[in-house]
């Protein structure tokens, strides 16, 4: 990560109300892409379905959480497993979302989503990994 990638501070208060997010948040140029659908497994004399995926602009984040913009509104309560590049080329950071709050911006929909901890995910290194790029700042 590179301070080019990532800004300190608050953006401006969306008009729908206050950010409630408790930690500091960095601007980012990252991507998640969201698992909206499993797999499903191929039975006898059927190939299966692909898993549903959604790529989607990340905003903002935080170490406790994050804002997406996608192509289409997420649901509230959902929680959605996701891989997030955090620079082009970086391998990916699996993590557990829970779909916080959906909102429709002018270039699609924008959801904050709240970082899990679950087995198996990457919590650990997200954390150090925002720890590092607020130090650079």
Same mark, same amino acid.
């Given at each position: 990560m590179t301070d080019k990638?990532?800004?300190?501070?608050?953006e401006e208060i969306h008009p729908s109300g206050p950010d409630n997010r408790a930690d500091y948040r960095l @601007? @980012?140029?990252?991507?998640?892409?969201?698992?909206?659908?499993? !797999?499903t497994p191929a039975y006898a004399g059927d190939s299966g379905m692909p898993a549903r995926k959604l790529e989607c602009r990340i905003? !903002?984040?935080?170490a406790s959480g994050l804002s997406l913009l996608a192509s289409e509104p997420l649901t509230k309560g959902a929680l959605?497993? @996701?891989?997030?590049y955090l620079t082009p080329g970086a391998n990916a950071?699996?993590?557990?979302?829970?779909?916080?709050w959906c909102r429709p911006e002018s270039t699609g929909f924008l959801s904050? @989503?709240?970082?899990?901890?679950? !087995? !198996?995910t990457a919590c650990v290194e997200w954390m150090e990994a925002v720890a590092s790029a607020l130090a650079q700042t």
């Open positions: 990638d990532y800004s300190f501070g608050y @601007a @980012a140029r990252a991507l998640a892409v969201l698992e909206l659908e499993s !797999d905003r !903002d984040l935080s959605i497993p @996701a891989q997030v950071l699996g993590l557990m979302l829970e779909i916080v904050g @989503a709240r970082i899990l901890e679950s !087995d !198996d």
